[in-house]
């Protein structure tokens, strides 16, 4: 396992993804909006103040800040940044979310050496391929048994990709692969939690880490993945190869990928579309409104029938995903903040949700019965809420994201520097310059959480 995807990292080359560069582009455009986002966040600014100490040489960029780090701690808050707000890119299929542990530490290894534009796309769109179809192997069992994919799987595409861009061969890919599977971690339990967005800080420093050890010589177990006491096995079950090499370089999956209009969990955005065609329906009437009825599946279930005590908690909630569009007709940064998630209006609304089970409803899909006060009962189902691969965000929704980003998260940096270097990244010659050239500025301060 770890030998095919190593074997193939190393002989793919930019004519071999080049038809893929326009969507590696969005996904890292999108990266971008998520990390300028919460670059200010209080826990990544926590984060910056407990690395600070420990930072080697500064050679790598903070994604909205000006002051620099070295490659492994910015890596580790450039991922942390842009999963934070749960507003990142989605591999439907796994529900990983793809470009936070790979695109953080490829591009602050680019910015240690003379790399370009396509070189960098070329490992991410390498490293997006290698940690989804180990995720496609191991679903959905190893997320039921409560692993975090995105940080278990994500950290084997942070390692290839950057023993990529390190030039390694196929034997110190394997290892990079074997030496990420000794570090692959994150729990489900803690996705309400800052302690989620650590492992997949995580899977990115580390995945960077395991391609440097590689680099110096390191060895894995070549079946570190798939051996009877391998990752796959002590972390799920029995891999099933064939999802992982069936249409290798042929297929990519970060053709799959997908990007949040809200930030909140994918399996909310049905919820929400419904939400907000309903209050067009009532006219924006919600004081008539006696009580609401969410039908959907086991999973969202699951995941979102839960009480709100905090803004995560409320990112990964039913009953507050009604309230944002039932009241507010919107389901932006703000509407899950916490001045937003304590409103006594909202918290009002909340009380008067419930959900049902529908084992006919597929994952993702949503149901939402509306019961006036007049009798009257109003229903939306959306299957493909606006987002998916069915109704996916265009280009410029994608700047659109970017722009609020660099708003809400009082970020100094420029919005339309940051997109035009984005789509223009197949043409850089040193995308450590590029980045540099993003930097605003005088070094910000490490003990604002501002």
């Given amino acids: 396992m770890s030998r095919t995807l190593a074997e193939f990292v190393a002989a793919s080359s930019w004519a071999d993804v080049e ?50 780090m070295d490659a492994l701690c910015a890596s580790f808050l450039n991922a942390v940044s842009a999963n934070l707000l749960d507003f990142d890119d989605t591999h439907p299929e796994t529900i990983i979310h793809p470009a936070a542990p790979v695109a953080a530490p490829i591009l602050a290894l680019a910015e240690m050496g003379k790399l370009s534009g396509r070189e960098v796309l070329t490992a991410f769109i390498l490293g997006v391929d290698v940690e989804c179809r180990i995720g496609n192997s191991v679903s959905p069992r190893h997320y039921a048994r409560g692993w975090h994919i995105t940080s278990t799987c994500g950290i084997f595409g942070a390692a290839a990709a950057c023993a990529k861009l390190l030039g390694l061969p196929a034997d110190g890919i394997a290892n990079a692969i074997g030496l990420a599977a000794s570090q692959s971690a994150g729990n489900v339990e803690n996705l309400p939690s800052a302690a989620k967005n650590v492992s997949v800080g995580n899977a990115a420093r580390n995945g960077l880490f395991a391609a440097l050890l590689a680099q110096q010589g390191y060895e894995a177990a070549p079946r570190a993945i798939e051996g009877p006491l ?26 799959k990928n997908t990007y949040k209009p809200y930030p909140a969990g994918i399996v909310f955005h049905s919820v929400i579309d419904a939400c907000l065609v309903l209050r067009e329906r009532i006219g924006g ?7 609401v009825t969410v039908q959907g599946s086991a999973l969202l279930l699951a995941r979102g029938d839960r009480p709100v005590n905090n803004e995560r908690d409320a ?15 919107a389901a932006g940064v703000p509407e899950f903040s916490r001045e937003t998630v304590v409103r006594p209006d909202i918290a009002q609304l909340r009380q008067k949700v419930k959900a049902e089970l529908d084992d ?91």
């Fill in 360 to 450: 006919q409803m597929p994952d993702g899909a949503a149901c939402v019965i509306l019961r006036l006060s007049s009798g009257e009962i109003l229903t939306e189902t959306v299957v493909s809420p606006r987002g998916s691969q069915a109704a996916p965000l265009g280009d410029r929704d994608l700047e659109a994201k970017l722009r609020e980003g660099v708003r809400t998260g009082r970020s100094d940096w420029d919005a339309d520097r940051v997109i035009d270097a984005v789509w223009r990244l197949d043409a850089a010659d040193d995308v450590g310059n590029l980045l540099k050239s993003l930097r605003p500025g005088p070094a910000a301060s490490l003990t604002s959480s501002n």
């Fill in 19 to 68: 038809a893929q560069s326009l969507e590696a582009r969005r996904s890292i455009l999108n990266f971008f909006a998520t990390a300028l986002g919460s670059a200010r966040d209080p826990v990544v600014m926590a984060a910056m103040r407990t690395l600070s100490p420990f930072s080697g040489a500064a050679t790598s960029t903070v994604i909205g800040h000006s002051q620099p």
């Fill in 230 to 255: 391998g990752w796959a096995r002590t972390m799920g079950d029995e891999p099933d190869l064939a999802r992982l090499r069936d249409g290798l370089g042929r297929t990519w999956e970060i053709a």
């Fill in 285 to 291: 009437q919600v004081d008539q409104i006696e009580s």
């Fill in 315 to 329: 990112r990964v909630s039913i009953h507050h995903c009604v309230a944002c569009g039932l009241l507010l007709g």
